[in-house]
Every structure is written in structure tokens, then in C-alpha cells.
């Protein structure tokens, strides 16, 4: 069965960074576009980067240049790095593989002074 479990979610001031991983299991992970989500309290599920099985990169609009996705297919872990965070980060960050419906458990991005 698939397994994503994520990491590296935490406090941190604006302007911080962090990285995330998701660690995949039980699937061909370089077959696979991956992606990650964000959620808050009382809000949808968003978008925030996918990456293809051939490393094309998508962004949503607010992120971009400041967030990098990218994939290690050996390790089948796909990674995001957050740059000049910003406090309306602030979200539960969600794995995701867009094809198979499968998430993470997710992990806590809190961004504050």
C-alpha cells in the first residue's frame, strides 16, 4: 500500500526557511507526478507545487519564487523548500499523489514572530 509520511514542518520567523520532505513507499515514485498541499483551519485543501515524473514544476501564484519542489527518485522523496516565509504560510503541509489519491499524514508550518 502507499505510504507518505512528511517532515520538517516547524516554527519559524518571517523571512525564515524550511524544507519539507515526503518520504514515499509502495509505489514506482519516479512513474509519478507528486504534489503538496496546504490547509488551514476552516478552509479548502490548496494547491501549492507539483512535480512531474520528468521534473516539470508547477507553482501556485503566491508562492512562486520563493518555494522550490523537487524529487530525489532514488530516495523516492520529493522535497520543498520554502524561502522568505511569510505568516500567511501558516498551514498544515500535505503530500500528495495526484493519481492515486493518496496523502500524508501531514506536518505543521507555522510562520511568526
Known amino acids: 500500500q502507499v505510504q507518505l509520511v512528511e517532515s520538517g514542518g516547524g516554527l519559524v520567523q518571517p523571512g525564515g526557511s524550511l524544507r519539507l520532505s515526503c518520504a514515499a513507499s509502495?509505489?514506482?515514485?519516479?512513474?509519478?507526478?507528486m504534489g503538496w498541499y496546504r490547509q488551514v483551519p476552516g478552509k479548502s485543501r490548496e494547491l501549492v507545487a507539483t512535480?512531474?515524473?520528468?521534473?516539470?514544476?508547477n507553482y501556485t501564484d503566491s508562492v512562486k519564487g520563493r518555494f522550490t519542489i523537487s524529487r530525489d527518485n532514488v530516495k523516492k522523496t520529493m522535497y520543498l523548500q520554502m524561502n522568505n516565509l511569510k505568516p500567511e504560510d501558516t498551514a498544515v503541509y500535505y503530500c500528495?499523489?495526484?493519481?492515486?489519491?493518496?496523502w500524508g499524514q501531514g506536518t505543521q508550518v507555522t510562520v511568526s514572530s
Open positions: 500528495n499523489v495526484p493519481s492515486t489519491g493518496n
Open positions: 509502495g509505489i514506482i515514485f519516479r512513474f509519478y507526478t
Open positions: 512535480i512531474s515524473s520528468n521534473r516539470n514544476t
